[in-house]
């Protein structure tokens, strides 16, 4: 993946502030709540299990997972479940999202609706891949994600 820096999850830990420009102890706090809610990923059909927990600029966590549906389409995205629960609480600023799930040899980033939902509510938005083992994360950005992105009009 071209886009972003690889670190290690107790890297995370080590520096003072994260991207987000929140305390990196939170950083690696979010990623460990988006590991948890990847254990109740509802994918019957794919087997993919993700799991996603959006930061509000508050400091309020949001987890998600994937749920899917037998007819396929109503499946929805972790990132999006999380997006849907902060939002539908009344909490539309965040700082950052952590996704995790399995790959071998990359790591999951969040799927183009998923990238245009999470931009609605800004695109200021830290993003961390992390292995299920949690072995390294992928520190990213919203911007870097969806260039030239289509916003409100
Ligand atoms: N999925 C997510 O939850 N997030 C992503 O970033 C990529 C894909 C889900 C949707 C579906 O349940 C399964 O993974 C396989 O595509």
């Not at 987000?20 to 794919?46: I, K, M, T, W």
């Amino acid at each position: 993946m071209s886009t972003g820096k690889v670190v290690t999850f107790s890297s995370l830990g080590m520096r003072a502030r994260g991207t987000c420009g929140c305390a990196d102890e939170d950083v690696q706090a979010l990623v460990r709540a988006a590991l948890a809610a990847r254990q109740r990923a509802y994918c019957p059909y794919s087997r993919f299990q993700v799991g996603a927990a959006l930061l509000t600029t508050d400091g309020e966590t949001f987890d998600g997972c994937n749920v899917e549906s037998a007819s396929y389409t109503p499946t929805i995205c972790a990132e999006r479940t999380a997006v849907v629960k902060a939002v539908s609480c009344g909490r539309r600023q965040f700082s950052s999202v952590a996704v995790v799930a399995h790959l071998e040899d990359s790591y999951v980033a969040p799927c183009g609706v998923c990238r245009q939902l999470l931009a609605e509510f800004g695109l200021d938005v830290a993003v961390y891949l992390a292995k299920v083992d949690l072995s390294s994360v992928l520190v990213t950005d919203l911007r870097a994600l969806l260039p030239l992105s289509f916003g409100k009009y």
